[in-house]
C-alpha cells in the first residue's frame, strides 16, 4: 500500500513519479487487469494514480536500463554466419543481457612455424581483449601450454556443470592438450565410420558388419560378395565414395589401415623414418590381398563423368562405405533423397590391439571455445560455453551431422534412418597422421612433397610387380631419411637466421552484430 500523505503536502510531482515509477505502473497494471470494469467503478484512489503515473512518466527522460555485457568473440567464418548459424541467433535470443561482438582475424602474416608465433597470437588476442577464443586444436594446444586460456575445472563445479554427458573421448583429449587441465569446449566433433547398405546384406544372406571389427576382418567381408558382372552391373564389396586412386590403389588402402593400426612415418624423437617395419609391412600386405579379391572398388573420381553415379554406394551397388566425412555425408543425403535403400552404421575399423579403441577423432574441421585467462567477463563467457555444450544447441545439431556430430550425448536424431548413437560407441582417439607433429612446426612442406613422390614411385612399381614389397619399404626408408635429414637440417638453419621482430598481426574486422537485422534461420 503506498502511503498517501504526500497529497497533503506540497511535493515535485516529477521527482515522485520518477522515483516511484515501477511501484506505480505495478498498481495501474493491477486495476487494468479486471477486466470488465467499467471506469466509474474505479476509485478515487485508483484514478489518482493512473494520472500520477502518465504524468510522471511522461516527465521522466529515461528509465534505468538492465545490465548490459559485451562479449568479444573471436570468429574465423569468412561469412560471418559460421557461429551465428550454430550458436548466436539462438544464444541471443535468449540472452538479452550479453551482446556478442563478433571479431574476425583478417589474417596473420606470421607462419605458424615461426618461432614467435604463439607471441604474436598472444599479442593479437590482448590487443582486441578478445573474450572467448575461437581455436584450432592446435593454437588451444599452445594457448593452454603458455597459461593463456582459463581453467574451466572451477567454473564446472561452482555451477554444478554436467560434463558427463560429453562424449568421454572428447574431454579426454582436451585435457590431454591442456597438460591435463580442460581449457575448453569442443561442442562438435567428426570421426570416420562404416556405413554399409542393409539390403545388399539381405540380398546375398551376408552377416553385415559390426562394432569393433578390424581391416583384416572388414576386408574378409568385403571378399565375400560376388565379383562377378561388367563394370556397369558388378558390386563391390567396399569402400571409398569414387573407388581407390586408380595410379596407385596399394598406397591408399595401405594407409588407411596401417593409420588405424596407429602407424607413423617419422619418429619425432629420434628424427628417423620408420617405413621400413614389420607393422608397416603388415599394413601394405593386408591391402595387397584385399586388392587381390577384385571386391574393393578402384576408379578414383573422374571430372568427365556424373558426379553422383560415380559413387557406387550411392547407387546401390557398392556394400560398405568408409572414407573421409564430408563426402560420406554427400553421398548419405544422395540416398536419403531418393531411399533407395537402407542404410546401417557401425564403428570401425579397431586397432589391432585393442578393439576398444578407434583412431578417428577428427576436430579439424571444428573448433575449442575456450575463455581467455584475463578476461574482464569471465561469467558472460562461461554462459556463452555453457549454452554452446549444451542439451539444446546438441538437440540442433543433431539433425545435420555433416555440420559436426554434438560433443552433447543423448540427443539421438534418425538422419535418414541412421541412429546417430553409434558415433558414440568406443573410445576414439585422434586421427593418426605420418607425422605425428601435432604442431606442424619441425616435418617441413618440403619433405612431405618429397616423400610423396618417393612413396609413390616405390610402390607403384609393387603394383606393378617390378619390386617386392620388402625393397620398396627399404628404398623408401632410406630415401626419406636423406630428404628428411636435409629438410631438417634447412630448417635449423632458417630458425638461426630468422629475425625476432614482430608482424603486425592479426588486423581485425569490426563485425558487431545487430541481432535486430536477423531473424533466426531455421535449421534444416
Known amino acids: 500500500m503506498i502511503n498517501l500523505d504526500f497529497i497533503m503536502k506540497p511535493f515535485n510531482l516529477r521527482t515522485f513519479a520518477c522515483d516511484h515509477a515501477s511501484e506505480l505502473y505495478g498498481k495501474v497494471e493491477s486495476v487494468f487487469q479486471i477486466g470488465g470494469i467499467s471506469l466509474s467503478k474505479f476509485n478515487l484512489t485508483s484514478l489518482l494514480l493512473i494520472g500520477l503515473l502518465m504524468i510522471g512518466l511522461a516527465g521522466c527522460t529515461s528509465l534505468p536500463e538492465p545490465n548490459v555485457s559485451k562479449l568479444k568473440v573471436m570468429n574465423?567464418?569468412?561469412?560471418?554466419?559460421?557461429?551465428?548459424?550454430?550458436?548466436?541467433?539462438?544464444?541471443?535470443?535468449?540472452?538479452?543481457?550479453?551482446?556478442?561482438?563478433?571479431?574476425?582475424?583478417?589474417?596473420?602474416?606470421?607462419?605458424?612455424?615461426?618461432?614467435?608465433?604463439?607471441?604474436?597470437?598472444?599479442?593479437?588476442?590482448?590487443?582486441?581483449?578478445?573474450?572467448?577464443?575461437?581455436?584450432?586444436?592446435?593454437?588451444?594446444?599452445?594457448?593452454?601450454?603458455?597459461?593463456?586460456?582459463?581453467?574451466?575445472?572451477?567454473?564446472?563445479?561452482?555451477?554444478?556443470?554436467?560434463?558427463?554427458?560429453?562424449?568421454?573421448?572428447?574431454?579426454?583429449?582436451?585435457?590431454?592438450?591442456g597438460g591435463g587441465k580442460l581449457y575448453g569446449f569442443a561442442p562438435t566433433f567428426q570421426r570416420q565410420v562404416i556405413f554399409y547398405n542393409i539390403d545388399l546384406f539381405d540380398k546375398y544372406n551376408i552377416e553385415p558388419p559390426h562394432d569393433g571389427m578390424t581391416w583384416q576382418e572388414l576386408v574378409e567381408l568385403a571378399g565375400r560378395f560376388p565379383t562377378d558382372g561388367d563394370e556397369q552391373s558388378k558390386i563391390y564389396g567396399g569402400f571409398t565414395c569414387f573407388g581407390l586412386d586408380k595410379e596407385s590403389p596399394l598406397r591408399q588402402l595401405g594407409l588407411m589401415i596401417g593409420f588405424s593400426m596407429g602407424l607413423k612415418a617419422v619418429n619425432l624423437d629420434t628424427m628417423q623414418v620408420t617405413m621400413d617395419t614389420e607393422s608397416w609391412k603388415q599394413a601394405y600386405q593386408q591391402a595387397q590381398s584385399a586388392l587381390s579379391t577384385n571386391a574393393i572398388h578402384v576408379g578414383g573420381y573422374n571430372t568427365d563423368e556424373d558426379f553422383n553415379e560415380q559413387q557406387l554406394f550411392a547407387v546401390g551397388r557398392q556394400a560398405m562405405l568408409l572414407d573421409d566425412p564430408n563426402y560420406v555425408y554427400d553421398v548419405l543425403n544422395y540416398i536419403g533423397e531418393g531411399k533407395p535403400f537402407r542404410v546401417g552404421m557401425v564403428i570401425g575399423p579397431v586397432d589391432t590391439s585393442n578393439r576398444e579403441i578407434t583412431r578417428d577423432l577428427n576436430l579439424n574441421n571444428d573448433?575449442?571455445?575456450?575463455?581467455?585467462?584475463?578476461?574482464?567477463?569471465?561469467?558472460?563467457?562461461?554462459?556463452?560455453?555453457?549454452?554452446?555444450?549444451?542439451?539444446?544447441?546438441?538437440?540442433?545439431?543433431?539433425?545435420?551431422?555433416?555440420n559436426g556430430i554434438p560433443s552433447r550425448m543423448g540427443q539421438t536424431s534418425g538422419y535418414y534412418g541412421i541412429n546417430l548413437d553409434g558415433f558414440y560407441h568406443l573410445t576414439s582417439v585422434p586421427l593418426s597422421n605420418y607425422y605425428d607433429d601435432p604442431n606442424d612446426i619441425i616435418i617441413t612442406d618440403e619433405f612431405k612433397e618429397k616423400y610423396e613422390e618417393i612413396t609413390y614411385r616405390e610402390l607403384t612399381q609393387v603394383e606393378e610387380s617390378r619390386k617386392t614389397l620388402d625393397d620398396a619399404l627399404q628404398t623408401i626408408q632410406r630415401d626419406a631419411q636423406v630428404a628428411l635429414d636435409e629438410a631438417n637440417l634447412t630448417r635449423k638453419v632458417n630458425e638461426k637466421n630468422e629475425g625476432g621482430e614482430l608482424d603486425e598481426g592479426m588486423a581485425t574486422e569490426d563485425m558487431t552484430v545487430n541481432w535486430d537485422d536477423f531473424k533466426t534461420v531455421p535449421f534444416k
Do not use: C
Open 367 to 402: 573448433y575449442v571455445y575456450a575463455i581467455r585467462a584475463n578476461s574482464s567477463n569471465v561469467d558472460a563467457a562461461w554462459e556463452l560455453l555453457k549454452f554452446m555444450q549444451g542439451d539444446e544447441v546438441a538437440s540442433k545439431l543433431a539433425r545435420r551431422p555433416d
Open 76 to 177: 574465423h567464418d569468412k561469412e560471418k554466419r559460421y557461429f551465428n548459424d550454430k550458436y548466436g541467433d539462438m544464444f541471443h535470443a535468449q540472452n538479452g543481457s550479453i551482446k556478442i561482438e563478433l571479431i574476425r582475424p583478417k589474417s596473420m602474416k606470421l607462419e605458424k612455424t615461426a618461432s614467435n608465433y604463439v607471441q604474436a597470437l598472444q599479442q593479437s588476442i590482448e590487443q582486441e581483449q578478445l573474450d572467448v577464443l575461437q581455436l584450432s586444436i592446435d593454437d588451444y594446444n599452445r594457448l593452454s601450454a603458455a597459461g593463456f586460456l582459463l581453467d574451466l575445472e572451477p567454473l564446472v563445479v561452482r555451477d554444478h556443470y554436467n560434463i558427463d554427458t560429453i562424449y568421454p573421448s572428447i574431454t579426454s583429449f582436451l585435457r590431454e592438450q
